[in-house]
């Protein structure tokens, strides 16, 4: 929480000092990394152990086991996702086994579980004296605990996992945008303003980038890449190991909206190995001008598969190749191999999403760290063949990773963006302004 | 910056710092390159033996 904290402070002191007043920030939207598992007391509020946090790997034993068990091929259709070591669901089935404060809260009907949205709204509420269970419907799905089509915990999918739902709180599932549901803050320098909007990471740099219609998507480009794409109304099953999940939920009369997400493993990281591997650049903002350096790839096609390749390819026994080495072979080949290696797997990820959703491609919206290599954007568009819109870095956003090293990041630009389109008052207020927290 | 109740009232929003990009090769030209890439991550499986690869996902 002290991260939080701190960037609470900072970023209300920074907003008054740009001239603004307090009383103008009138709501609050959160968004987070999703799938982080926290479990409390729910008697005390202490957290009982470390928050897991979605790429840990702790869970590889446990998912080879579920994934024999009766049922497991059945769990996808209900809730979207497919057995691995990134679901909450996991992550809590884990600390069970193996923390022993953990499980005696459990058989002792005090086990609060959350993702980091939940565990952020408990305690900016006040933690125990408020209660504030609450999850919102993106972040719900990527639990595995929820019916995707009902937006509702599934008791089958609760039982595969040999849980007991009266000895574990789960938070209340409700939409991404609500006027009361999520509480306002007990403390701070916000104290009394509402919090009005939750949603996770990737939802939220779908919102950001206005990812409204069907066939609309977006591609954050990190270390790794995250592409999520607007499917419509109703669910969509992939059948290329596609992810399905909620997309954001604003509530009232609006069904929730659904994507299927995938995700490229080296995006980023393919830039920092040719820097801190091979020595070709010494900051990665020049990776642009060492890819510009040549007119073409002259011939090598680099396929970044470092551990394997992900969507929609999933092959597991490959390693990172490259192809078509020559004589004439410069580093600057080596380096548009390797930003065209990206926007292959995301024409190959889009696609398997466009066939698996039937709704065609209309718009592809681009943010994170690497799109700010303009080379890198010129040339995806030349495989997905769509116009690119690449919403750049706004300000650094100060936002508290979950991450034990507690560092503040610049991430998804989406993020911050949220922060304006995720909080949508009730009609009920009439005189509201948004802000954004920065 | 007031409430807003339809998609449509949001669309002036973040338009500031975008940029547009857009193909500038032809399609026969992105087929083929695509196509290549096709072909080179066929020829990457199987580099390694059944008991190294990670087989997690």
């Known amino acids: 929480m002290s991260s939080v904290e701190q960037c609470i402070e900072k970023a209300t002191k920074s907003f008054i000092d740009q001239g603004h007043d307090i009383q103008d920030i009138k709501a609050v939207g959160i968004t987070n990394q999703r799938e982080s598992t926290v479990v409390w007391d729910s008697n005390t509020g202490e957290p009982l152990h470390n928050t897991i946090a979605w790429p840990d790997t702790r869970t590889k034993g446990l998912v080879r086991e579920l994934k024999a068990q009766d049922g497991a091929d059945d769990l996808q259709a209900t809730c979207g996702l497919p057995l691995s070591t990134y679901p909450s669901s996991v992550k809590l089935l884990w600390l069970l086994r193996n923390v022993d404060a953990v499980k005696a809260a459990y058989e002792e009907g005090r086990l609060s579980f959350g993702t980091v949205d939940s565990w952020l709204l408990y305690n900016l509420n006040g933690g125990p004296d408020k209660n504030v269970h609450v999850t919102d419907a993106t972040n719900a799905s990527r639990t595995m605990f929820m019916n995707l089509h009902k937006v509702q915990y599934d008791d089958t999918l609760i039982s595969f996992f040999g849980l007991d739902r009266n000895k574990l709180k789960l938070p209340k599932i409700v939409p991404s945008s609500s006027a009361d549901a999520f509480g306002s803050f007990a403390y701070g320098p916000l104290k009394g303003v509402r919090i009005t909007g939750c949603l996770g990471d990737q939802s939220a740099a779908l919102v950001g980038q206005q990812g409204f219609s069907p066939g609309s998507a977006k591609n954050t480009y990190g270390t790794g890449c995250f592409l999520l794409y607007n499917v419509g109304e109703t669910p969509v099953i992939s059948k290329h190991g596609l992810l399905a999940t909620v997309a954001y939920d604003f509530g009232g009369h609006r069904k929730p909206v659904y994507a299927l997400e995938g995700s490229i493993a080296v995006a980023g990281s393919g ?130 990773d979950t991450s034990k090293h507690h560092r503040y990041s610049s991430r998804s630009t989406g993020d911050a963006r949220n922060y304006i389109v995720g909080c949508r008052y009730s009609s009920r207020f009439r005189r509201g302004h948004m802000e954004r927290v920065r | 910056m007031d409430i807003w109740k339809e998609f449509d009232e949001l669309k002036e929003i973040n338009q500031k710092d975008r940029m547009i990009f857009k193909p500038d090769i032809s399609k026969e030209e992105s087929a083929k390159m695509f196509k290549k890439w096709g072909r080179a991550v066929e020829m990457c499986r199987g580099w390694l033996d059944a008991d190294e690869a990670e087989g997690e996902f």
């Open chain 1, 271 to 400: 830039v920092k190995f040719l820097m801190n591997n091979l020595g070709f650049i010494t900051h990665s903002e020049k990776i642009s001008d060492l890819a510009a350096s040549v007119e073409d790839n002259g011939g090598c096609v680099f396929v970044t598969a470092f551990s394997g390749l992900f969507a929609p390819y999933w092959i597991d026994d490959a390693k990172g190749t490259i192809f078509g080495i020559t004589q004439h072979t410069e580093r600057g080949h080596i380096a548009r191999a390797t930003l065209e290696a990206t926007c292959f797997q995301t024409k190959a990820i889009l696609d398997a999403m466009e066939r698996d959703s039937g709704h065609k491609l209309t718009e592809l919206a681009v943010d994170g760290g690497m799109s700010n290599s303009n080379l890198c954007m010129q040339v995806s568009p030349h495989f997905t063949l769509q116009t690119i819109h690449v919403l750049r870095a706004l300000s650094r956003t100060m936002r508290p």
